[in-house]
């Protein structure tokens, strides 16, 4: 299990984010985060979905949010050997905590991660076109549009860093 990953950032009121391994602690409070109304034609209704799928399929790696010491949000990611890239997917921060900069610095950290891993290859993400609050974000991460598929999800990249290069 992955210790806690610690970019030393945090939301706007000055709460510390981290990600942390889901275990018997905190699977509870993961499982119940849910989001917005609004927003369930983009999301899980809950971040047990994600954490069935991380369970059952062996492929992607759930992650708790904190902020503080409380259970925010989910995100995952996966390493995808088919196109050498690492995603990232099922984010998903609890209704009560849009807007106040967890879920940026929560992508921000696990960006970070994902990019000091060895040989580290480019990250991408999977983003439905009307999800524009969800776009902006991720275009602020430095994400760009590669394809489009029919059901309107962007595949969007965040390319690695060349070799050399540190940031």
Not at 109 to 128: F, K, M, W
């Amino acid at each position: 299990m992955i210790a806690a990953i610690d970019a030393g950032l945090t939301d706007k009121s000055g709460r510390k984010v981290t990600l942390r391994g889901v275990d018997d602690e905190n699977w509870r409070s993961v499982a119940d985060i849910v989001p917005r109304d609004d927003q369930r034609d983009w999301v899980a209704e809950s971040a047990a979905r994600y954490l069935l799928l991380s369970l059952r399929e062996g492929l992607w790696h759930s992650l708790a949010v904190y902020a503080g010491d409380g259970v925010v949000g989910h995100i995952m990611h996966a390493y995808d050997e088919d196109d050498g890239c690492n995603w990232i997917g099922g984010m998903l921060i609890d209704a009560t905590e849009q807007n106040t900069g967890v879920g940026r610095a929560a992508l921000l950290t696990l960006i970070g991660y994902l990019q000091e891993l060895p040989d580290a290859p480019a990250v991408r993400l999977s983003v439905h076109e009307e999800n524009t609050g969800a776009r902006k974000l991720y275009a602020s991460a430095g994400f760009v549009d590669v394809e489009k598929d029919e059901d309107g999800d962007w595949t969007c990249e965040l390319p690695a860093a060349p070799a050399g290069d540190e940031a």
